[in-house]
């Protein structure tokens, strides 16, 4: 079982930036990918940058040149850079955490590739 906590949210004013954390704990377990998801209300889950164990990264084109993803495997933690934020940004961030088998490239970003999740943080980012 593995056990993630985000932290990080919260309001900014478009343009601003917020750096979230994940930590990571309770399995020995090594993912072959963990990433970002937002949810807004109303919305379906959707894969915001996620990275592989030998640190590929895919983003969803709209965070592309704004967001950053990065993972610290010695302290287990997943960090999302946030930069630029845009009204559109707003929504519940969650981490998420692979299986330890391969998944193909094209599938990174599906929710469905993930099986376990954190609680979320909120992400409020005012025009």
């Known amino acids: 079982q593995v056990q993630l906590v985000e932290s990080g949210g919260g309001s900014v004013q478009s343009g601003g930036s917020l750096r979230l954390s994940c930590a990571a704990s309770?399995?020995?377990?090594?993912?072959?990918?963990m990433g970002w998801f937002r949810q807004a209300p109303g919305k379906e889950r959707e894969g915001v940058a996620v990275?592989?164990?030998?640190?590929?990264?895919k983003y969803r084109d709209s965070v592309k040149g704004r967001f950053t993803i990065s993972q610290d495997n010695a302290k287990n933690t997943l960090s999302l850079q946030m930069n630029s934020l845009q009204p559109g940004d707003t929504a519940m961030y969650y981490c998420?955490?692979?299986?330890?088998?391969?998944?193909?490239?094209?599938?990174?970003?599906?929710?469905?590739?993930?099986?376990?999740w954190g609680q979320g943080t909120q992400v409020t980012v005012s025009s």
């Open positions: 990275i592989t164990s030998d640190g590929r990264t």
């Open positions: 998420a955490a692979g299986p330890a088998g391969y998944r193909s490239w094209w599938s990174l970003l599906l929710p469905s590739a993930y099986n376990y």
């Open positions: 309770g399995s020995t377990y090594s993912p072959y990918c």
